[in-house]
Protein backbone atom coordinates (compact mmCIF):
# COMPACT_ATOMS: atom_id res chain seq x y z
CA UNK A 1 0.00 0.00 0.00
CA UNK A 2 1.55 3.25 -0.84
CA UNK A 3 1.48 5.96 2.48
CA UNK A 4 3.58 8.79 3.51
CA UNK A 5 2.92 9.22 7.37
CA UNK A 6 3.76 12.63 8.92
CA UNK A 7 4.68 13.04 12.53
CA UNK A 8 6.90 15.57 14.54
CA UNK A 9 4.28 18.01 14.78
CA UNK A 10 2.76 19.54 18.07
CA UNK A 11 2.59 22.70 20.23
CA UNK A 12 5.68 25.04 20.79
CA UNK A 13 6.98 28.24 21.66
CA UNK A 14 7.76 31.27 19.25
CA UNK A 15 11.45 31.02 19.22
CA UNK A 16 11.05 27.05 20.00
CA UNK A 17 12.20 24.18 16.97
CA UNK A 18 10.43 21.04 15.93
CA UNK A 19 11.29 18.27 13.67
CA UNK A 20 8.88 16.95 11.19
CA UNK A 21 9.23 13.77 9.33
CA UNK A 22 7.88 11.94 6.39
CA UNK A 23 7.55 8.12 6.15
CA UNK A 24 7.43 6.28 3.32
CA UNK A 25 6.29 2.88 2.02
CA UNK A 26 5.04 0.72 -0.66
CA UNK A 27 6.90 2.80 -3.75
CA UNK A 28 10.70 3.12 -4.82
CA UNK A 29 11.18 6.40 -2.88
CA UNK A 30 14.59 7.04 -4.24
CA UNK A 31 12.98 7.72 -7.39
CA UNK A 32 10.89 10.89 -5.85
CA UNK A 33 11.16 14.49 -5.20
CA UNK A 34 10.04 14.97 -1.70
CA UNK A 35 8.11 18.45 -0.56
CA UNK A 36 6.59 19.77 2.85
CA UNK A 37 3.99 21.92 2.57
CA UNK A 38 1.53 23.67 4.62
CA UNK A 39 -1.94 25.62 4.95
CA UNK A 40 -3.27 27.40 8.02
CA UNK A 41 -7.31 28.09 8.20
CA UNK A 42 -8.31 30.72 6.09
CA UNK A 43 -4.90 30.61 4.03
CA UNK A 44 -3.41 29.28 0.81
CA UNK A 45 -1.62 26.33 0.90
CA UNK A 46 2.25 27.05 0.61
CA UNK A 47 5.32 25.15 -0.50
CA UNK A 48 7.94 25.26 2.59
CA UNK A 49 10.84 22.74 1.27
CA UNK A 50 11.80 20.07 -1.87
CA UNK A 51 14.52 18.38 -1.89
CA UNK A 52 15.17 15.97 -5.07
CA UNK A 53 15.77 11.96 -5.11
CA UNK A 54 19.46 12.51 -4.34
CA UNK A 55 19.29 14.82 -2.16
CA UNK A 56 21.18 17.63 -3.94
CA UNK A 57 18.45 20.15 -4.63
CA UNK A 58 16.54 22.01 -2.23
CA UNK A 59 14.27 24.67 -2.42
CA UNK A 60 13.02 26.90 0.20
CA UNK A 61 10.29 29.69 0.08
CA UNK A 62 11.70 32.73 1.28
CA UNK A 63 8.69 32.64 4.38
CA UNK A 64 11.10 30.16 6.16
CA UNK A 65 14.70 30.53 4.00
CA UNK A 66 17.50 30.42 6.87
CA UNK A 67 15.43 28.97 9.51
CA UNK A 68 14.24 25.65 7.88
CA UNK A 69 16.46 22.79 6.68
CA UNK A 70 15.06 19.69 4.67
CA UNK A 71 17.16 16.90 4.46
CA UNK A 72 16.25 13.08 3.37
CA UNK A 73 17.56 9.56 4.24
CA UNK A 74 17.12 7.26 1.82
CA UNK A 75 17.90 4.11 3.88
CA UNK A 76 15.20 5.09 6.42
CA UNK A 77 12.65 6.43 3.66
CA UNK A 78 12.33 9.07 5.50
CA UNK A 79 12.46 12.91 4.86
CA UNK A 80 13.10 15.21 7.62
CA UNK A 81 12.40 19.14 7.61
CA UNK A 82 13.56 20.94 10.67
CA UNK A 83 12.35 23.72 11.45
CA UNK A 84 14.33 26.41 14.24
CA UNK A 85 13.12 30.22 15.21
CA UNK A 86 9.32 29.21 14.89
CA UNK A 87 7.05 31.87 14.42
CA UNK A 88 3.16 32.41 15.14
CA UNK A 89 3.23 32.30 11.78
CA UNK A 90 4.35 28.99 10.98
CA UNK A 91 1.19 27.34 12.78
CA UNK A 92 -0.70 25.42 10.28
CA UNK A 93 -1.07 21.39 8.95
CA UNK A 94 2.48 20.31 7.70
CA UNK A 95 2.33 17.74 5.02
CA UNK A 96 4.47 16.15 2.62
CA UNK A 97 3.96 14.66 -1.00
CA UNK A 98 5.99 13.13 -3.09
CA UNK A 99 6.45 13.19 -7.11
CA UNK A 100 8.67 11.41 -9.17
CA UNK A 101 12.01 12.52 -10.02
CA UNK A 102 12.20 14.82 -13.55
CA UNK A 103 14.78 17.07 -14.54
CA UNK A 104 13.36 19.62 -13.02
CA UNK A 105 11.05 19.12 -10.55
CA UNK A 106 12.14 20.94 -7.08
CA UNK A 107 11.02 24.07 -7.46
CA UNK A 108 7.71 23.32 -9.93
CA UNK A 109 6.80 21.10 -7.06
CA UNK A 110 7.51 23.69 -4.53
CA UNK A 111 5.52 26.59 -6.31
CA UNK A 112 2.81 24.14 -7.06
CA UNK A 113 2.80 24.01 -10.46
CA UNK A 114 3.21 20.59 -10.79
CA UNK A 115 1.02 17.82 -8.69
CA UNK A 116 2.49 15.27 -6.13
CA UNK A 117 1.86 11.25 -7.10
CA UNK A 118 1.44 11.36 -3.48
CA UNK A 119 0.71 12.83 0.01
CA UNK A 120 -0.03 12.40 3.44
CA UNK A 121 -2.73 13.34 5.54
CA UNK A 122 -0.58 16.02 7.80
CA UNK A 123 0.42 16.95 11.07
CA UNK A 124 -0.40 19.83 12.96
CA UNK A 125 2.37 22.70 14.50
CA UNK A 126 0.85 24.97 16.45
CA UNK A 127 3.37 28.11 17.84
CA UNK A 128 1.79 29.90 20.90
CA UNK A 129 3.28 30.83 24.02
Known amino acids: QLQLVESGGGLVQPGGSLRLSCAASGFTWEYYTIGWFRQAPGKEREGVSCISSSGATTYYADSVKGRVTISRDNAKNTVYLQMNDLKPEDAAVYYC??????????????????????RGQGTQVTVSS
Open 97 to 118: AARRQGLQTVQPMCLMTVEPDY
